[in-house]
């Protein structure tokens, strides 16, 4: 449990909680993942703040390393491997080990996965995660069951890999957030 809170306060600290939910474990076996040579490159929206970017290099036999900056803060790294879970796409991300701090402070705060559904086309990739609001709503009237944790009005998922996925392909349609992030090639 304590392990738990100290996710969440990393993800609260670092994320300024988002949509997506965070996991302990993550979406994927090894088995399940795929390459797909178009996300390699710089993504943005130039409709929007053009200054925040999504950055993917290719990484070894299975993983990929997605750079995003946003306007004036500094650049975030993760890890970033794509799966297929039955006819779908998906992203899951965890943290490269963050530079804030003392070596103190960064020996308290754990990373944790977060997985979003990948829709990618020659120059445009989506992404979509579950909506916290949705999760939780469905969690407190007990129509969804999934290992979790709740410190700090936060939902954080507990459940083994094989677990999210079952999750994730049951609920994944309807647990969409609906808010997209939409993102154009640049380079």
Not at 2 to 19: N, P, Q
Not at 44 to 69: C, H, K, M, N, V
Not at 75 to 90: C, I, K, P, Q
């Amino acid at each position: 449990m304590r392990k738990l809170r100290m996710i969440v306060a990393f993800a609260a600290g670092t994320l300024a909680i988002g949509c997506w939910t965070l996991s302990i474990n993550p979406l994927y076996f090894e088995s399940d993942l795929v390459l797909e040579p178009g996300i390699v490159g710089v993504w943005g929206d130039p409709q929007g703040d053009s200054s925040a970017t999504w950055t993917f290099e290719s990484g070894d036999e299975t993983a990929y390393r997605l750079i995003t900056q946003e306007s004036d803060a500094p650049e975030a790294t993760f890890e970033a491997h794509l799966l297929r879970l039955g006819e779908h796409l998906y992203l899951d991300l965890y943290p490269d080990d963050p530079e804030m701090g003392n070596e103190f402070q960064a020996g308290h705060l754990i990373p944790a996965h977060s997985f979003w559904r990948v829709s990618l086309g020659k120059d445009e990739l989506t992404l979509d995660c579950i909506d916290t609001e949705w999760l939780k709503t469905k969690l407190d009237s007990g129509l969804v069951s999934i290992d979790h944790v709740r410190p700090e009005n936060m939902i954080v998922l507990s459940a083994p890999t094989e677990d999210l996925q079952e999750f994730v392909l049951k609920y994944m349609d309807e647990a969409m957030s609906g808010d997209p992030l939409e993102l154009t090639r640049l380079h």
